[in-house]
């Protein structure tokens, strides 16, 4: 089954939204990906629509930004 | 049990991200607000931090703005 994956960056908005998401979805339905610890990570990120952090890749592939924290580029550094 | 209120006005941007939101949570715990159709709402919505929409009111009563479609005040009119 496709998983959701979240993807952020450990900023502060970052880590509110993901207690958020993962209080409201079954975490083991989700993969959480630090894309500043996992740089190789978010050139897949960028392909599937992300623009910016938190965001959540739905399992039909679509990406909801939620709220704000960085932009990929920033993140890329 | 406090629900996730997830606030839209009917927008493209808002229609998807209802549609990815419903599909994650379960719907029967969410209660889905059209702020243009129920503008007496819009006041309850800014009161709780909601500044544009699709937006969702967690249970814990902290607001994910997810992408965004519209400020409130452009459906406050």
């Given at each position: 089954?496709?998983k959701t994956t979240f993807y952020h960056a450990?900023?502060?908005?970052?880590?509110?939204?993901?207690?958020?998401?993962?209080?409201?979805?079954?975490?083991?339905?989700?993969?959480?990906?630090?894309?500043?610890?996992?740089?190789?990570?978010?050139?897949?990120?960028?392909?599937?629509?992300?623009?910016?952090?938190?965001?959540?890749?739905?399992?039909?592939?679509?990406?909801l930004h939620i709220n704000f924290g960085a932009?990929?580029?920033?993140?890329r550094g």
């Amino acid at each position: 089954m496709p998983k959701t994956t979240f993807y952020h960056a450990g900023c502060p908005v970052c880590v509110d939204a993901e207690q958020e998401i993962l209080s409201l979805l079954d975490p083991k339905n989700v993969e959480v990906v630090h894309l500043g610890e996992s740089k190789n990570r978010i050139d897949e990120a960028q392909n599937a629509g992300v623009q910016s952090v938190p965001a959540l890749l739905t399992p039909n592939g679509n990406v909801l930004h939620i709220n704000f924290g960085a932009f990929l580029k920033d993140i890329r550094g």
